[in-house]
C-alpha cells in the first residue's frame, strides 16, 4: 500500500494545469485556464482548470475533481495507478506503509505474477523478431492477415516456438520460479515434467485497463485437427476470462471520447479494425458475454455496437449478449456484415470512411434487428410472429429504464404491426413472471423506495445541504453578523420570538445551529463531508480549500467538492464581465445567505414533523389522544409560522 507520507508529496509537488496540460490544449483565462472538453464533442471551452485550488471542472459533462481524478477519468487509472503515475513524472520515491503480513504477501503474489507474464510477452515477441521459427511462421502469418509492424509491436503480438520447453528454460534462467509459471499457466507440471502450455502458436498478450498483462490467448498454425485452434491463459488470481476485453487498453480513450463502444469476437477482428482507423473496439474473446464484461464498457460509455460475422454463428453470437446489455442499462445496436465476412476481413478490404458508413448506415436497434430477421427468413407464420414479439419483450423487460421500455413497446408494436394493447399485456405478464420467479417481498420494495427518495434530486433538503456544505467551504473561516432568534412560550403556551445581532465565524454559526436541532443530513456524502469539515475548523480553526480534495479518494465527494468551488467561476468561460454581466459577490451577504440558509433546512424539518404527526396519528386513529395531537399540530404550524416570517415569506 502506498504510504500516506507519499500520496502527500505528490499532492505537494503535482499541478495540476502541468498534468492536465500534457493531455488538452489550455488556455490562460484570468486565474484559471479553460480548454475544450476531452469528454464531449464542443466547440466552444467548458473544460476549467484551476492552478490556485488545484481543481478542475468539466461543465458539459458534469466531471470534476483534483489531479488525480483526472487520471482516473481521462486514463482510467485506479487510484493507486495515479499516484504511481505521478510519482513517476514528479521523481518523487514511492514509499509502502506498514501493513499485515497476509495482506503484503498477497500483494507481492499478485506482482510477480504480473512479473511473471511480463516476461513471457517480451520472449514471445523476441521469438516474432529475432529467431528463424518466429519470422518465417509467426511474422508471416501476421503479415498474411495484413498487419503492420507497427500495429503488432503495438499490440504485443508474438510467437510461441515448437519446442516443449522454449519458455520454461529460459524463465528458469532467468530466476522466474516454478511457481508463478505453473500459476500463471504458462507452464504445465505433470509425472514427466514440465512443458509450455504455448508451443506452435501466435501468442495475443491480453491487457487490463490500466495495461497490465492478464493473460495471453494462443492460435495454432498448423493443420492439426486434434489440438485445439486456440488456447487461453488458465484461471489465475490476475486473468479470470470473464472479466476481460481484448483491446481494453488501447480502446479506452477512444471509447470515451466517441462515447461508443464496437463489440467484436475476436481478436484479429480488434486488430484489424484498429489499423483502419476504428479505435474504439473491443472483444469477448470468444466467450458468453458477460455483466462483468459489460461493466467495463459502462465506465467508459454506455452505447455499444455490436459487429458480428454475417453467417449463422455469427447472428447467435449477436443475439445472445443483447439481454445482458440491455439489463445494465446499456444503448445497443447491431451491425451485420455481408454473407461471408467477419469484421476482421471487411476492415481488410475498405477503408476507414467505408467502414465507418457502413456501420452507420447498418446499425440497427434490436427490434428492428430481429423484426427485420423475421421477414428475412420470409415467415407469414403467426406463430413465429408470435414468438418473435414474445422475444421482443422479453428483452424490452430487461431494461431498468421505464421511459425506455415504453418507447421500445410502442415501436415492437408499430413494427410488428400489431396493436400497443396487445404488447403492453404482453410486457405486463412478462413482468408478472419475472416477479414471481424473484418473489419480491414488500419490505424490500419499502426499502428500495425509500432508498430512491432519499436519492431523489429533486427534494429540497438536498439542496439545502449542498448549499450548508458550499457555505462551509467558501466561507467557514469568515466572520460575520447574524441576526439570532430566540423562540419561547409565554405563559399563554404562544409562541414568542426576541431577536439580537451577534458576530462570530460562519462555520461556528452554522455547528451550533445544526447540533441545537440534533440534525443529520439525509445524504451520506454530505454529512460524510460536514462532519470532516467541522473537525478541521475546530482542530485547526480553519481549512485550506485546495487541500480538502486532496483528503478524499471518495469520487462522489470530489465532485460536489469541485462543484461548489469552481461553480462560481463558470462565467470566466464566457468572459461575461466584457459583456457587462457582473457576478455578484456572495462573500458581501454571506451573514444573510447563512441565516437563511439555516431558517429553510428548519423550515423543511417542521414540515416533515407534521407529516410525520399526521401519519401516526391515521394509523392510530381511535387510540391517539386527538386533544394532545391538535396541540402538537398548533405548536408546530406556529414555529412554521414564525420561520416563515423571518424569511418574508408568506404561507
Known sequence: MISKNTIDKVFEIARVEEVIGEFLSLKKSGSNFKGLSPFSQERTPSFMVSPVKQIWKDFSSGKGGNVVAFLMEHEHFTYPEAIKFLANKYNIEIEESEINDKDRENRDHIESLYLQNNFAQKHFSKNI???????????????????????????GLGYALEKKDDLFKTAKK????????????????????????????????????????????????????????????????????????????????????????????????VIQMYQKGIKNIVSSSGTALTIEQIQLIRRLTSNIIVLFDGDAAGLRAALRGIDIILSEGLNVKICSFPEGDDPDS?????NFYDIKNYIVEKSKDFIEFKTDLLIKEGSNDPIKKAATVRDIVQSIEKIPDPIKQEIYLRQCANQMQISEEVVFNSFAQEKNKVISKR???????????KKITKQNPDNPLLNIEKQIISILILYGNDEAFFDETLIFSDAKGNLKEQ???VQTRVFEKIFL???????????????LLYNQLIDLFQREGKIEADKIVIQEQNPKIGKLLTDILLDFEKHQLHDWNKKNIFVKDR?????????????????????????????????KQKDYN??????????????????????NRVL
Open 129 to 155: 523478431w529475432e529467431t528463424i521459427e518466429g519470422k518465417s511462421l509467426g511474422l508471416s502469418y501476421f503479415k498474411e492477415r495484413g498487419f503492420s509492424e507497427e500495429t503488432i509491436r503495438l499490440f
Open 513 to 527: 445551529d445544526l447540533q441545537q436541532d440534533e440534525i443529520e443530513m439525509i445524504q451520506p456524502e454530505f454529512q
Open 626 to 647: 386527538s386533544v394532545v395531537f391538535l396541540e402538537e399540530i398548533i405548536q408546530y404550524q406556529n414555529l412554521k409560522k414564525v420561520l416563515s416570517k423571518k424569511l
Open 174 to 269: 532467468e530466476g522466474y520460479s516454478d511457481q508463478f509459471l505453473d500459476e500463471t499457466g504458462l507452464v504445465i507440471y505433470n509425472d514427466r515434467g514440465s512443458i509450455d502450455r504455448f508451443r506452435g502458436r501466435v501468442v495475443f498478450p491480453i491487457r487490463s485497463m490500466a495495461g497490465r498483462i492478464q493473460g495471453f490467448g494462443g492460435r495454432i498454425l498448423s493443420s492439426d485437427t486434434k489440438t485445439a485452434k486456440y488456447l487461453n491463459s488458465p484461471e489465475s488470481k490476475i486473468y479470470n476470462k470473464s472479466k476481460i476485453l481484448y483491446g481494453i487498453y488501447e480502446a479506452k480513450k477512444e471509447i470515451a471520447k466517441e462515447d461508443v463502444c464496437y463489440l467484436v469476437e475476436g481478436y484479429t477482428d
Open 587 to 619: 462573500k458581501s451577504v454571506v451573514g444573510q445567505l447563512v441565516s437563511e440558509t439555516i431558517l429553510t433546512f428548519r423550515k423543511y424539518l417542521v414540515d416533515q414533523k407534521i407529516q410525520k404527526i399526521l401519519e401516526v396519528a391515521q394509523k
Open 499 to 501: 431577536s439580537k445581532t
Open 346 to 350: 471487411f476492415a481488410l478490404n475498405n
Open 439 to 449: 418473489k419480491l417481498k414488500l419490505n424490500k420494495e419499502y426499502i428500495s423506495q
